[in-house]
């Protein structure tokens, strides 16, 4: 079974702050994604990997950067956390190629609360 | 217009009957079409996946799909209330990584 992992479930940081938030798949994808999801909003794209080191905007990448320096690690980051940044962040990955390449497997969240 | 597109709910059903919960979408060209599981709290679980026309079956789901209708339909036989959960259906559009997702459809089932 694919494993994705994020680094906390729930995490609480004052506005301004670094924000870090880890998450490590054990499949081997080349896929590797990051929403946030707010009530009555859905999934939103924020960032999304296909290779090491290579990255591409989602729909709301303002305030927000990644990094991918190993293919089983996508880190988000928040320069500096806003309130309005609180949110439920998930992280998925996927297969680049073969016959299950479009199925996208989440982590567990972590609910970010900003103050 | 929203690219996908389903009913917010609830949608109630009492134990035992068909759950059915409908997608429809705005792009001809999509290729790949999904349904998540999220409970509350919880992270969306993938549960069902169809490429072509047509139903595909998978224990007490069926997923169906109509290209040329552009929607998609999600099947629950024998509810559960176990089953009560928001449903995401989710379209990969052309050629894209991404996946496009619904609000999704809230079900209650009732015991």
């Known amino acids: 079974d694919v494993k994705v992992t994020q680094s906390s479930r729930y995490l609480v940081k004052r506005t301004g702050e670094k924000v870090f938030l880890e998450c490590v798949q054990d499949?081997?994808?080349?896929?590797m994604f990051w929403y946030r999801q707010d009530p009555g909003l859905g999934l939103r794209l924020i960032y999304f990997s296909y290779d090491v080191k290579m990255k591409e905007k989602g729909d709301i990448p303002e305030g927000y950067s990644v990094s991918r320096e190993k293919k089983e690690r996508f880190s988000l980051i928040l320069e500096s956390a806003s309130t309005n940044q609180t949110s439920m962040y998930l992280c998925?990955?996927?297969?680049?190629?073969?016959?299950?390449?479009?199925?996208?497997?989440f982590g567990p969240g972590t609910r970010l609360t900003v103050l | 217009q929203k690219e996908v597109e389903q009913n917010s709910g609830p949608l109630s059903v009492p134990e035992g009957a068909i759950a059915s919960l409908n997608c429809t979408y705005s792009?001809?060209?999509?290729?790949?079409f999904f349904w998540y599981r999220q409970y509350s709290g919880k992270s969306p679980e993938l549960i069902m996946s169809?490429?072509?026309?047509g139903d595909k079956e998978d224990g007490r789901f069926t997923a169906q799909l109509n290209k040329a209708s552009q929607y998609v339909s999600l099947l629950i036989r024998d509810s559960q209330p176990s089953d009560s959960a928001t449903y995401l259906c989710a379209v990969r559009m052309d050629s894209s990584y991404k996946l496009i997702f619904g609000s999704g459809t809230r079900l209650l089932v009732r015991p």
């Open positions: 792009d001809r060209v999509s290729q790949s």
């Open positions: 169809i490429y072509s026309n």
């Open positions: 998925a990955s996927t297969l680049l190629f073969g016959a299950t390449y479009n199925e996208q497997f």
């Open positions: 499949m081997d994808h080349e896929n």
